[in-house]
């Protein structure tokens, strides 16, 4: 339980520091982000909105460490300003609407990832130059060093633009209605996040499986594992059970923070493919400098990371009995 | 860590695994770490790619004599030919001459990126490790603050402030936000390595806590050290064209990353321009590859147990 404590006050000194970055970086540039943003968008924010916008960022005629409580009490509101790009749009629903798209397929992406990866690392370790040890790994791991990027690119270009299996872009086809009960509809989205989680599943496993495996060989050196088989118990249960339960630890550590850079890596994915998710829109907000748009969307990364993390901790206190 | 019973001063670096029979066939003048790291072969394979790209990037003014390849020389959207051997891109620009001369931006910009990463983290990482008390408890705060603010969002967030940074820009802000990672590695190898004989020795003898930091400990994790630092280097590669792919980087340099930011620009995916994206993906994808061999090398001769896989068989 202590330790569960500690950790919750250091992602609360985190959060902190992470909002406090969130408000210096722009101060640390030349010139005041409103009046750059106004030049261009000249016209469509009125002086009103401006002004709001100011005290929204905590750019008001003040020292600074009032203008940094006024930008707090704003967050604490739920107050993230309005998007441009989106204008006039609240910011949060613009992340509202961008998130669900992004957990759904780098979420359950990541996940598959992570799963598959393990799963194929533990009978890697198990079998050792067997298989999947000696196939499967090396070529997970070849693809695992492409840069994400490319790797979507290519798959885009042969399996959707070559052999038009996969749709080209988009995150469904926007001649139909969105209606969440009708199958058209659900078939279409199905069908156009599939390329995507296939590029974040193949390059993420190689990186789990080699974790995974390096993990088990250490564990099958241990003694337990001998005493273990002496006994006669299954195999299943001493690989599953024994080394597996052992092994997986520091995997679980490795996944809460990946699940942080699931949402770095599906901006890129994102990218490629025109998906509407939370990386779409931070390229987008920076590409049309919507500074209220990229600061809330960074936040909310931050804070999802955080939340990944505690919750990795929970975890990892359930099996590790040491850690209670 | 096999090397804490190593006299001090002594510079060991990775646990040499020399066969004797091979030992006796080479003769040549090299270092024992040298020759074991060539002896596992995929590092060795690693080592040859990596050879082959920085003589790319070193001869870069002899294999595509250009002033300035982001000129338009041709024709556009040239497929592949005896003139421009990876054809043009849609502006005309010589794909080949882009993706030679980015060879050099991209790894060095790399490289000096891993260096920087690494120096920043050794100072943290070992003073941490070796002071303790109150200074290791803030730095170790720092670090697991750095470690857990998502880094790519970051990077980007701060790019888009910094508005289009160059080649010097991005080495930077790639520094100031990846540290971390190597830092926890190296203190919790420091905390390790302190308590060990020979730097008591040291203690005892009166050498500063600096010198022994340095010339003590250091030196006793240098395969830690190197396989972080390839590390650092393969991940700012792939961060700097990742940046520059998605257009926050300087699109004037002629960079690997660049080159795929104008081929997605140009929508090179659905007119079927291949040329202009998988010559300088495919470089990049070989020099990350080629590290990433070279980490799993090292890993094998620094850790027995990932060895001997014909002996073992199953593992049981």
Same mark, same amino acid.
């Given at each position: ?324 | 860590?096999? !090397? ?14 020399? !066969? ?297």
């Amino acid at each position: 339980m202590r330790f569960l404590v500690r950790r919750t006050g250091f992602y609360m000194v985190a959060a902190l520091i992470a909002i406090t970055l969130n408000f210096f970086i722009p101060r640390m540039m030349s010139g005041d982000p409103v009046t750059a943003m106004f030049a261009r968008f000249q016209g469509r924010l009125e002086p009103r909105t401006m002004d709001a916008l100011r005290e929204t960022f905590g750019f008001v005629d003040a020292p600074i460490h009032e203008q940094y409580f006024t930008y707090l009490q704003n967050l604490l509101q739920g107050n993230f300003g309005t998007s441009i790009t989106a204008f006039p749009a609240p910011v949060t629903e613009v992340i509202g609407n961008a998130l669900v798209w992004t957990l759904r397929l780098a979420g359950t992406a990541t996940i598959v990832s992570f799963v598959g990866g393990t799963l194929l690392g533990i009978f890697a370790a198990w079998k050792r130059g067997r298989f999947s040890d000696s196939v499967i790994l090396p070529f997970l791991s070849f693809i695992g060093a492409f840069p994400y990027f490319f790797v979507a690119m290519l798959l885009l270009y042969i399996l959707a633009f070559g052999l038009k299996w996969f749709p080209l872009s988009h995150a469904y086809d926007l001649s139909i209605r969105v209606d969440w009960g009708s199958p058209e509809f659900v078939m279409s989205v199905l069908q156009h996040a599939a390329l995507p989680a296939f590029t974040i599943v193949i390059t993420g496993m190689g990186g789990w499986m080699l974790g995974m495996r390096n993990n088990m060989i250490g564990v099958l050196g241990e003694d337990y594992i001998v005493m273990a088989q002496a006994k006669g118990l299954s195999d299943r249960r001493v690989m599953l059970t024994y080394a597996a339960r052992n092994a997986i630890l520091p995997s679980v550590t490795g996944f809460a923070m990946s699940l942080g850079f699931a949402i770095g890596g599906a901006l890129l994915t994102e990218i490629v493919f025109s998906y509407p998710g939370i990386g779409f829109w931070l390229l987008s907000a920076v590409n049309g400098r919507d500074y209220p748009l990229m600061q809330g969307i960074f936040l909310m990364i931050t804070l999802a990371v955080l939340l990944a993390n505690f919750m990795a901790d929970v975890i990892y206190v359930m099996l590790d009995p040491r850690a209670r | 860590m096999e !090397h804490s019973n190593v006299p001090a001063g002594q510079t060991t670096v990775v646990a040499p695994v020399i !066969h004797p029979k091979s030992a006796r066939r080479l003769r040549l003048p090299v270092p024992d770490w040298l020759r074991s790291i060539l002896h596992n072969r995929k590092a060795a394979a690693g080592i040859a790619i990596l050879v082959f790209f920085t003589l790319i990037a070193l001869f870069a003014n002899q294999l595509a004599p250009t002033r300035n390849a982001a000129r338009i020389v041709g024709p556009g959207s040239q497929a592949p030919s005896a003139d421009f051997l990876f054809g043009t891109s849609r502006q005309g620009q010589d794909i080949f001459a882009q993706v030679v001369h980015g060879a050099r931006t991209s790894m060095a910009v790399g490289f000096v990126t891993g260096t920087v990463i690494m120096l920043i983290a050794i100072t943290i990482g070992l003073t941490a490790g070796y002071v303790g008390g109150w200074i290791d408890e803030l730095l170790s705060l720092i670090t697991n603050v750095f470690l857990i603010l998502p880094g790519l969002p970051l990077i980007i967030v701060v790019a888009g402030w910094l508005n289009r940074p160059g080649p010097f820009t991005v080495v930077l802000v790639l520094s100031v936000t990846s540290w971390a990672y190597a830092a926890r590695v190296l203190r919790s190898q420091t905390l390790t390595l302190r308590n060990s004989e020979f730097v008591a020795a040291a203690r005892v003898v009166g050498e500063p806590s600096w010198r022994i930091i340095m010339f003590e400990i250091l030196p006793n994790m240098t395969s830690l050290v190197v396989s972080a630092w390839i590390g650092a280097v393969l991940y700012a590669i792939l961060t700097e064209a990742g940046l520059e792919f998605i257009g926050l980087g300087d699109a004037n340099a002629v960079t690997w990353g660049t080159t795929l930011y104008w081929a997605q620009n140009n929508q090179a995916l659905l007119t079927g321009n291949w040329w202009t994206f998988i010559p300088p993906g495919m470089c990049i994808a070989l020099v990350g590859f080629s590290l990433t061999l070279i980490n799993y090398g090292i890993d094998e001769i620094t850790n027995p147990r990932l060895q001997n896989q014909e002996h073992e068989g199953d593992a049981k």
